[in-house]
């Protein structure tokens, strides 16, 4: 890997990690990419490139992933979770954990059970997949969450 590669590496992962820090915030791609010390569009580029995913779709996935832990590990209602994890609109809450899961954030709330695993386990086993197209039952064998 060259010097100019491993730098690139560095600023995407600086600003993925600032989004990790503040994906509860409104999160614009040109303050990620003066975060990353680059263009918006070449910051687009190459966070694609770097992690397979765009910068938007990463931080709805993270919103989404903590979404899932609290309707499994809280009792707040569906809209509180929604707020509570960055977004804004309890449609496009809704829309994006169903783009992403396959279900509705409440059949998702219906169907889990809280887990009783060290919560790193329970994320790396439960994390939704980056394309949006494979639902979780499909990425564990229609197992997932039994």
């Keep these: 890997m060259g010097r100019a ?20 915030e409104p999160l614009d791609v040109a303050s990620l990419a003066r975060v990353a010390h680059v ?12 992690f397979g995913e765009t ?20 009792s707040q209602s569906v809209t509180q979770v929604c707020m509570s994890v960055g977004f804004s609109s309890l449609g496009t809450f809704s829309r994006t954990f169903h783009a ?3 279900e509705s954030p ?5 169907r889990a059970v809280p887990s009783y695993v060290p919560s790193c386990f329970g994320m790396a086993y439960m994390r939704p997949v980056s394309s949006g197209d494979m639902s979780l039952l499909d990425k564990h064998g229609g197992d997932a969450g039994r």
């Design 5 to 24: 590669v491993e730098e690139s590496h560095r600023r995407m992962l600086r600003a993925r990690d600032a989004m990790d820090r503040a994906y509860t």
């Design 39 to 50: 263009s918006p569009r070449h910051f687009i580029r190459t966070f694609r490139a770097t």
């Design 55 to 74: 910068p938007h779709r990463y931080l709805q996935r993270r919103r989404v992933e903590r979404a899932m832990f609290l309707l499994r590990e809280s």
């Design 100 to 102: 992403i899961l396959g």
């Design 106 to 110: 409440s059949a998702y709330r219906k």
